[in-house]
């Protein structure tokens, strides 16, 4: 049997868990999306030769990628985990639906929430073994991103704009030509 004695220690040991958990009510059903500004596509595809699937195509994407993040950190976000996707289909493929990472950044809170990335800078390979990014009419990028909280379940949001761009019909040297030096 309890005593009275026994009530404030239970009180104190319960209170920080539930007022994490009352903290988090706060934020579970809040819309992490807000506009995102993708244009000025341009792409290039050739084929590129890769270890374990043979022949493939590879293609780099450009474009300009604006977006302002700070309304999502609350009190509850301790950092975001921002990634640009590339979406396609391959017609008469048993996976036919591709989404691809093209680019990602973490941005912690205090640091600056706003991208305003001119010509941005593809980090991760695009490569289709089933050589369906040439001619493809419909490639899409869209930005998407992990809210990883201080308390609760990690959330994941989609901005609200994206485009689409027509891979060109013929291939292309993906990078420039390096002049070599004499000698």
């Known amino acids: 049997m309890g005593s009275f004695g026994a009530l404030p220690v239970l009180t104190i040991s319960i209170s920080p868990a539930g007022l994490t958990f009352l903290c988090f009510l706060t934020t579970v059903a809040k819309d992490y999306s807000v506009d995102v500004r993708v244009r000025d596509l341009t792409g290039r595809v050739n084929v590129a030769y890769v270890n374990g699937l ?8 450009t474009g300009d990628l604006e977006v302002d993040l700070t309304p ?32 990602d950044r973490i941005i912690k809170r205090g640091e600056s929430a706003k991208i305003n990335q001119k010509k941005f800078a593809q980090e991760y390979r695009l490569l289709d073994d089933r050589k369906a990014l040439k001619t493809n009419p419909n ?38 030509n390096k002049q070599r030096g004499a000698g």
């Open 54 to 61: 043979g022949e493939v195509e590879e293609s780099i994407i």
């Open 139 to 176: 490639v899409t990028l869209f930005l998407q991103w992990n809210v990883i909280p201080n308390a609760g379940a990690l959330t994941t949001a989609r901005g609200r704009g994206s485009q689409s761009i027509a891979m060109p019909d013929t291939y292309s040297p993906l990078r420039p």
């Open 72 to 103: 999502l950190f609350d009190w509850n976000a301790k950092e975001l985990f921002v990634y640009l996707i590339a979406e396609y289909v391959t017609p008469n493929s048993p996976n036919s639906h591709n989404q691809i990472v093209l680019w």
